[in-house]
């Protein structure tokens, strides 16, 4: 199985210099979609419920302090699978597109970040786990339903504006 590093080493080959804040997000609708289409984790790090969004503490531990990255040397792309390889770039080309700012807004419009959180605040810190099994729920949920064509939107530029 990849690791979370090796996840950021393949979004950085794919989008060249990004910043921290985006990055995080891209890994996160990577394990989500993983999960969905192959039905098993792309890597086990877990990912926490922050305020700014959902958050993987390893990768945060390496880029603190630095609003962009253009190469991740703790991870390797070549560790990935082609089916993982194939989830990591549909989730850039579609997610891709929107800053991390967009992103956030979006993962706080969402169920699994949301029940995470519980009942802390807007902008007040926790660390809770956002678990694997409700990101595949969602997802899942989503794939199947009139929405599911947003994600294939956003890969095609079709989306309208979402915020």
């Known amino acids: 199985m990849a690791s979370v590093d090796d996840v950021a080493a393949a979004i950085l080959e794919r989008t060249g210099r990004i910043d921290t804040f985006k990055l995080q997000k891209l ?11 192959a039905e098993e984790p792309l890597f086990t790090e877990p990912v926490e419920a922050w305020a700014g969004g959902p958050v993987v503490r390893t990768l945060y531990e390496h880029h603190r302090g630095q609003y962009s990255v253009s190469s ?3 991870g390797d792309a070549r560790r ?6 194939e989830t990591v770039d549909v989730v850039v080309d579609a997610y ?22 519980g009942d802390l605040g807007p902008g007040e810190r926790g660390n809770r786990v956002i ?6 729920d969602y997802y899942s949920a989503l794939d199947q339903s009139d929405e599911a064509t947003f994600v294939d939107q956003l890969a095609a530029g079709d989306e309208e504006e979402p915020f």
């Open 27 to 37: 890994v996160y609708y990577s394990q989500a979609w993983h999960l969905v289409w």
């Open 72 to 74: 991740w040397p703790w």
């Open 80 to 85: 990935l699978t082609p089916e993982q390889q």
């Open 96 to 117: 891709g597109k929107l800053s991390g700012r967009q992103l956030s807004q979006l993962t706080h419009r969402e169920a699994p970040w949301r029940v995470a959180r």
């Open 131 to 136: 678990e694997p099994a409700a990101m595949q």
